[in-house]
């Protein structure tokens, strides 16, 4: 008992210092707690899927990659643009989870279906028909952006 005593009263210091470190990790910056914390979605009623993130988050990055695909298209890389499409087409099918409303799903559906198209057509090297699809989507994002007013 007096052994383990000791040997409390020695590692106090090091004890101290490991709770009073891991107190600091934990606390909050300004940067965790507002702006770069993803904003929470509130569960859709009986889905089995719930975000963790803004829809913005998943915007930026399909934004980035649809970008690519414009700049692909010049380059006629349609290898890249069918993985791209590909990628995108399951973007907009998560998407549609993230609100309620029939509308929102309907774009988020159509986009996706002309993403797979895309895909297919790109797959097949099928410039033309990949270049016409890209427009297409096109329409259903600005539609859907419209609609909701972004
Ligand atoms: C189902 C509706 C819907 C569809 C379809 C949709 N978007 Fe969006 N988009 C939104 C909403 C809502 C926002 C606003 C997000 C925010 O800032 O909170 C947004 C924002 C954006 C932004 C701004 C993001 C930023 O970084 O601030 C870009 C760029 C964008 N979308 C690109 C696209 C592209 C490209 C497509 C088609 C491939 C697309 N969106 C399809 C709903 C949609």
């Known amino acids: 008992m007096e052994l383990v005593k000791t040997q409390t009263r020695r590692f106090f210091p090091l ?5 009073l470190g891991v107190g600091f990790y934990c606390i909050p910056t300004q940067a965790d707690s507002d702006k770069d914390k993803p904003k929470e979605k509130p569960p ?3 889905a089995l899927y719930k ?4 829809i913005e988050v998943i915007m930026h990055k ?8 414009e700049e692909n298209l010049e380059k006629k890389r349609l290898r890249t643009i069918k993985k791209d499409a590909a990628f995108l087409a399951e973007m907009m099918n998560i998407t549609q989870h993230f609100q309620k409303e029939k509308a929102w799903k309907d774009f988020s559906v159509k986009s996706r279906d002309i993403l797979l198209k895309m895909h297919q057509a790109a797959s097949k090297k099928d410039q033309a028909t990949t270049a016409k699809l890209y427009k297409e989507v096109d329409a259903v994002c600005e539609g859907c952006h419209d609609k909701y007013d972004v």
């Open 51 to 54: 975000p963790v993130v803004d």
């Open 15 to 19: 004890i101290a210092l490991i709770v």
């Open 62 to 69: 399909v934004d980035d990659i649809y970008a690519e695909i």
């Open 44 to 46: 859709v009623k009986g």
